[in-house]
């Protein structure tokens, strides 16, 4: 009965205390209106920053320099570093003319599909100039990529 009581008075203290503040706080918002210290409470829509006043943000793009921008740039014409590329092997390839793998790192995984008929890829690891002849006779070599090109 006693543990009771005692939850019961505790709970109803931290209501009274903590709740509200932290309601209270949940309550305001606080937007760039031009005023200093406005604070608006539950505005149905947020306000805007006027142009005129503040002026006009730069695009990320113009605001970005150097090699960002460069990224960004090859980004937007669809070439991301990041994402799979396909690179269509050469018809007939030897240990001499073998199909060249741009890349950055000294190791690379290359999926194969050597039967135009298959719905699978054979994976393998090729090594930096190092040629490697894949199941189906192709050989393929890894080279340095430009390092400005988004192409790696």
Known sequence: ??????????????????????IGLTNQRFYATGKEDEKVVFAPEPQTADPKVYGEFPDVVEHAEGVIR?????RLRGDDRFEYKVYYRAPKSSKDYPNLIPSAHKVRSVGCQCDPEQSFQIWGFYHKNIPKRCKCGHWFLVVDADPDSADI
């Open 1 to 22: 009965m006693a543990q009771l009581t005692a939850r019961t008075i505790l709970s109803s203290v931290l209501k009274s205390r903590v709740a509200p503040a932290a």
């Open 70 to 74: 460069q990224q960004m740039h090859a």
